[in-house]
């Protein structure tokens, strides 16, 4: 009997005693003891400040980027194993799919996420904030890495994906992790934590791994951790309101269980492919897992005069659902996690039955393929039927945690919203519509009350990710029940684990501190110029003032004809009256493409290539004789992954990205047009 260990201190270690026993959630079979007794909690966070911190913090965003690459390639590469043991989690080979590489997707893509963020180990939010009337005072926002220890509390239903998705982020933004999975499917959590381990990608301290219980462990929480959760509402609230947290002010997101929603619209009749759409959906999210998600529809709400149509289809349809071991032919569902799992089901489900009926399932007489049912943690689709949801409120408050979910009907849109609302608070709902003005009302009526929304129809069915899958640049969470947090989301997810900090000082101040170049900030003037400067030789601030040019009626006329833009502001003076015009005024493209032929060196030199526009403005408009120049900055500098040498035998040249701030100016000394342009520039190291 394997005995699962602890990764505590940079070293693996079993915890004391004999500890819980896990069982084997498809045959019965005990696979595996876990055990946490003898682990100090205490120096656990302190090895994670102390030691995984501070080397993660000194890496950049892009290097960050490249270690989560470089990780999701490895696992990507031992998925075999892994899937061999969710077997043992009752798993099918699609769950399983979603669990394990839904998971190293999320590294795949908070990798590429790195692009986002500048080459530094802090970052930057929002735009600057002109605090004084000449620009001599301005205000912006850094963001660095908090230096405490993320903690994530885990739930079972997911033992890869949940602790994937949270330390992909947590370590982009430079801090170390704690995993506590769930006791239940902790086996397999172990097998993907050793392969990281023993990948040697992470810096040490940058991970650690709690398999049995982690009571206490929040008695240690300083102000700088983050501590999230997902699981039961009940848990939640109780470890939300721990004592530490709150004199520590510690920042704890909660993502728990919540009574999900499906709408079908009263557009929808049998005949319509988004009716089939639906009752697909249905099946599915009760299926997958075996109904064991927090996304999970919970509530199925229908037009009162579809409750029948909708109730045969989805019974059809789960009839064909064939329950058993996933390992055989033909088996669509494997079994919940575990006994608890499916106790604790049982009793929910006898507790909703008291108000509402069961239409479809039978908790007795059902068949199990390839496997012993009562050795075994398998049950069927249990459907019930509440006709008086505004009445029978339990379906709104008690969620059997399985393949359990409950039909009700509805009369107006409005009736289907306020339904979807009595859940209080969901991580996600979706509607079923081919009518846009539905979707519209259901989505802007019941948004406040749901951390997603889908939308679905004919369109887009195809190549939805479905209800129950969170993305990972979408966050996931949501409001009341669901627990109020937020993970996930891009970019939106790092920041939960940076200090935003506001910080004031002259332009040239905050330049220096950001190594982002700020307008008004002193410029650095060199005999060279730029394009003639390899990546390593660019300075922050550096600066070419360009020659002038003064603006004709030919190069308005002939940039007209070039485009095709004839727009009459531009080549028609009669039509000026009761405008903001006094004249004829250049083209603002045609400003931004002379600046160009003013701030471009034409020879072959580093600069590889124009790589685009940030951002592009045309502040004052341009008359014929006026006279332009450029003001061309460094504004940033952000060096790119060299990619490996192709088969073909083509090695890729060792470069970054260069933004440049192009101001444009006319005689005045005013700015007519500013944009940031990037640049792909050759490294003068080409190792």
């Known amino acids: 009997m394997n005995k699962l260990q602890n990764y505590a ?48 913090r000194k890496l950049t965003f892009q290097e960050r980027g490249l270690m989560l690459k470089a990780l999701a390639i490895h696992l ?23 669990d394990i590489e839904g998971g190293i997707g999320n590294l795949f893509t908070y990798a590429s996420l790195r692009r986002q963020f500048p080459n530094e180990s802090y970052c930057y939010d929002g735009d600057v904030a002109k605090l004084s009337k000449n620009n001599t005072f301005i205000g912006h926002h850094i963001c660095v890495p908090k230096e405490g220890v993320a903690i994530h509390i885990n739930a079972f239903n997911f033992p890869v994906w949940g602790m994937l998705e949270k330390v992909a982020v947590n370590w982009l933004a430079g801090v170390p992790a704690i995993v506590k999975p769930a006791a239940l499917t902790s086996f397999l959590t172990e097998a993907v934590v050793k392969e990281i381990i023993a990948s ?44 530490r947290l709150l004199q520590e002010a510690v920042h704890f997101n909660m993502e728990a269980d919540s009574l999900n929603c499906c709408v079908l619209g009263t557009d929808v009749t049998p005949s ?24 999970a529809v919970r509530r199925i709400i229908v037009p009162e005069n579809m409750v029948e149509d909708v109730q045969i289809a989805l019974g059809k349809r789960l ?80 969620e059997a945690f399985g393949p359990v979910s409950t039909i009700m009907p509805y009369k107006t849109i409005e009736d289907a919203i306020e339904l979807s609302k009595m859940g209080k608070g969901s991580l996600v709902s979706s ?19 749901h951390g997603r929304i889908l939308v679905l129809n004919n369109e887009c069915a195809k190549e939805s ?72 030789d660019l300075e922050i601030g550096e600066t070419l003032i360009t020659a002038k040019h003064t603006i004709t009626d030919a190069d308005v006329v002939n940039f007209a004809n070039v485009s095709g833009d004839h727009f009459y502001a531009h080549v028609d003076a009669t039509s000026l009256e009761g405008t903001m015009f006094t004249g004829r005024v250049a083209h603002g493209y045609y400003i931004l493409s002379k600046a160009a032929g003013l701030f471009v060196n034409a020879k072959k030199g580093p600069v590889l290539l124009n790589y685009g526009i940030d951002e592009c403005r045309f502040t004052k408009p341009v008359y014929m004789g006026s ?40 005689e005045t000394g005013e700015t007519v047009a500013i944009a940031t342009i990037l640049t792909m520039v050759k490294l003068r190291n080409q190792d």
Request: hydrophobic share 35%; charged share 25%; glycine share 12%.
């Open 9 to 56: 201190l940079g070293q693996w270690i079993s915890g004391e005693g004999n500890g819980q026993e896990l069982y084997n959630a498809i045959n019965g079979d005990l696979i595996a003891t876990t055990s946490s007794k003898g682990l100090d909690f205490a120096k656990m966070c302190e090895y994670a400040r102390k030691v995984g911190g501070p080397k993660l």
């Open 76 to 98: 990507q590469s031992k998925k075999d194993l892994f899937y061999k043991i969710s077997w043992a989690t009752g798993a099918t080979k699609i769950d399983s799919w979603v």
């Open 200 to 243: 040697n990608i992470l810096p040490e301290g940058a991970l650690q791994l709690i398999c049995g219980s982690a009571n206490g462990i929040l008695d240690h929480v300083e102000s700088q951790d983050v501590v999230t959760f997902t699981g039961s509402a009940s848990t939640g609230k109780m470890l939300k309101s721990h004592p």
């Open 272 to 295: 319509m492919p988004e009716f089939d759409i639906f009752i697909k959906e249905i099946a599915r999210e009760i299926t997958t897992k075996a109904g064991q998600k927090c996304t």
């Open 319 to 398: 009839a064909q659902n064939v329950i058993g071991d996933p390992n055989i032919e033909g088996v669509r569902m494997g079994s919940l996690a575990g006994k608890s799992q499916l106790i604790e089901v049982r009793e929910k489900v006898e507790l909703l039955s008291k108000t509402q009926k069961i239409v479809i399932g039978d908790f007795e007489n059902f068949e199990v393929k390839g496997a012993d049912k009562n050795k075994g943690c398998f049950m069927p689709p249990i459907i019930f039927l509440n006709d008086k949801p505004f009445t029978n409120i339990d379906c709104h408050s008690v």
């Open 431 to 449: 509607i079923i519509t081919a009518d846009n003005t539905i979707a519209r009302k259901y989505t802007i009526g019941a948004a406040c009350m």
């Open 465 to 536: 990710t479905g209800h129950g899958s969170p993305m990972p640049m979408l966050v996931h969470g949501g409001p009341g029940r669901a627990g109020g947090g937020e993970e996930m989301g891009g970019k939106r997810g790092v920041f939960h684990y940076l200090q935003r900090t506001a910080i004031q000082g002259s332009p040239s101040t905050i330049t220096a501190i950001l190594n982002q170049y700020q307008q008004g900030g002193k410029q650095i003037e060199k005999d060279i110029h730029p394009f003639r400067q390899y990546f390593e």
């Open 627 to 666: 006279t332009i120049g450029v003001r061309f900055t460094c504004k940033e500098k952000i060096v790119q992954e060299k990619k490996p040498t192709t088969a073909e035998g083509i090695e890729d040249i060792a470069k970054g990205i260069v933004k440049w701030l192009v101001d444009v100016y006319d």
